[in-house]
């Protein structure tokens, strides 16, 4: 490891400087970077320790990760991610931060300094950096800042392409890595309501659902690929408009679509999913007029691979368009009524 720099004193090299920024940003997967960031930081500055928040989508539990790097008693750098909610004053200026967009500088009840600069996006704090030490972090507050933008600014282009151009969901790139987290959250989540309440377990599940547009070749015959295209780009602003800020919504190619769903139940999902066909079926479409979508879905286990999911939700799919389309079904529903039964060709949809 490189020797820290005494910022109290001395102008840090440029080299050192660029070298840091080469090595955290040369990651494209989200958890390397942030991974990388504190470490970076922590290796170019000597401080108690360096840690990135991360805000989540859930208002009751704005700070969804903490990953924090400090040195352990071999002087050894090591990172960890850790519960925020541990700690309910630092949460609350972690919070106060994001809300504000503005740094934080304080001393804590054990002497302790502490500097915390907000990450934005688009004027919107996604986290915070914060960093402590047994001397005062003002001298290094622009350095941090700097690194903050950086963060901020990488982390736009990564999700950018993770979307898709047309619809602004999610594309099938980013699938396994949001799969992957959203699970991860999901039995964190679980754990903290458990801690917190005492009692049960968290029982909410997560389905996986495709949505595919019927006879989608017969309104681009019709109308031409840029009614059909239309059609798409509305289809998915109603996605989201319908669907809750915690569903995870992809655009998987064509018109096609992917949805992740927590819900308590079975029947729950099937009404969200079911909900949102009528919808689509009772909506006019400009110059199109009716359109209908077929829903097939599937319970996701932590222990699935995804395209064994993926797989099991195409299959109720085909089944919706062996019968009728314009409509929803289980996998597992079909499966303990004994009606995928019969064989059936390989399913619409490209496994990985
Ligand atoms: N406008 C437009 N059309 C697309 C796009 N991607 C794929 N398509 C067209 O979507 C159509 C899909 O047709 P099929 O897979 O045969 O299915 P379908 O006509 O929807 O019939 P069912 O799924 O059986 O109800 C094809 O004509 C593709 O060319 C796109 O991005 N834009």
Redesign the pocket.
């Known amino acids: 490891m490189r020797g820290t720099w005494p910022f109290a004193s001395d102008a840090l090299p440029e080299s050192r400087l660029l070298a840091s920024v080469a090595e955290f940003t040369h990651h494209r997967d989200i958890d390397a970077l942030d991974h990388s960031l504190v470490l970076s930081l922590a290796e170019l500055v000597t401080v108690g320790s360096v840690a990135l928040c991360k805000r989540g989508d859930d208002p009751l539990h704005p700070i969804e990760s903490l990953v924090v790097c400090t040195r352990n008693d071999e002087d050894t750098l090591v990172v960890n991610a850790v519960g925020a909610h541990q700690d309910a004053v630092l949460a609350k200026s972690l919070i106060r931060s994001m809300d504000t967009l503005e740094a934080i500088s304080e001393i804590t009840p054990d002497g302790v300094s502490r500097l915390i600069v907000p990450v934005q996006r688009d004027h919107v704090a996604i986290g915070a950096l914060m960093l402590e030490s047994g001397e005062p972090l003002d001298a290094i507050r622009p350095l941090i800042d700097g690194f903050s933008r950086i963060y901020g600014n990488y982390i736009a282009l990564l999700n950018e392409s993770e979307r898709d151009k047309?619809t602004g969901l999610y594309n099938r790139r980013s699938f396994e890595q949001r799969l992957r987290r959203l699970l991860k959250s999901h039995s964190e989540r679980a754990l903290r309501q458990v801690d917190e309440r005492r009692t049960a377990v968290d029982d909410s599940r997560i389905w996986l659902a495709i949505l595919?547009?019927?006879?989608?070749?017969?309104?681009?015959?019709t109308y031409?690929?840029?009614?059909?295209?239309e059609?798409?780009l509305m289809l998915a602003q109603r996605m989201r408009a319908s669907f809750r800020q915690s569903d995870i919504l992809f655009r998987f190619?064509?018109?096609?679509f992917v949805m992740l769903i927590t819900a308590a139940d079975e029947a729950s999902v099937n009404a969200t999913l079911d909900r949102f066909r009528q919808h689509i079926a009772d909506h006019n479409f400009p110059q199109v007029g009716n359109v209908t979508v077929?829903i097939g879905y599937a319970l996701i286990g932590e222990h699935d691979y995804p395209e064994i999911v993926l797989d099991r939700a195409d299959k109720a799919l085909y089944f919706a368009?062996q019968n009728g389309?314009n409509s929803v079904y289980g996998y597992e529903a079909l499966t303990e009524r004994g009606e995928l039964a019969t064989p059936m060709p390989a399913g619409?949809i490209d496994l990985f």
């Open positions: 047309l595919d547009i019927d006879h989608f070749k017969r309104i681009n015959d031409g690929h840029v009614y059909g295209d059609v798409i190619g064509g018109e096609e077929s368009k389309r619409s």
